[in-house]
Nanobody, 115 residues
Framework: QVKLEESGGGPVQAGGSLRLACDSSDYIFRRNDMAWYRQAPGKERELVASITADGARNYADSVKGRFTISGDNSKNTLYLQMNSLKPEDTAVYYC?????????WGQGTQVTVSS
């Protein structure tokens, strides 16, 4: 069964950095474009960043220049380096395939940015 396990979140002050990781138990990273999504309290889940199988990256305007998505196919792991964090980045972060989230959502990892 395919599982997605996100980790690396936590509390951080504004301006700080975190590196999120997403591990999969399947070859999902070798067969799909992947993305990070996030859901803030009271808001819908939104796309944060995506990466294609050949390495093309795209970012939401709100995180462009601050976040970097990358992947390690040898480890089946997706990463999200988040720098210059802002309070509005506070959310639960998830990974999944892109553009369609075809795998059951994991638990996500909570990122809380304080001002």
């Amino acid at each position: 069964q395919v599982k997605l396990e996100e980790s690396g979140g936590g509390p951080v002050q504004a301006g700080g950095s975190l590196r999120l990781a997403c591990d999969s138990s399947d070859y999902i990273f070798r067969r799909n474009d992947m993305a990070w999504y996030r859901q803030a309290p009271g808001k819908e889940r939104e796309l944060v960043a995506s990466i294609t199988a050949d390495g093309a990256r795209n970012y939401a305007d709100s995180v462009k220049g601050r976040f970097t998505i990358s992947g390690d196919n040898s480890k089946n792991t997706l990463y999200l380096q988040m720098n210059s964090l802002k309070p509005e980045d506070t959310a639960v972060y998830y990974c999944n395939s892109f553009p369609r989230a075809s795998t059951p959502w994991g638990q996500g990892t909570q990122v809380t940015v304080s001002s």
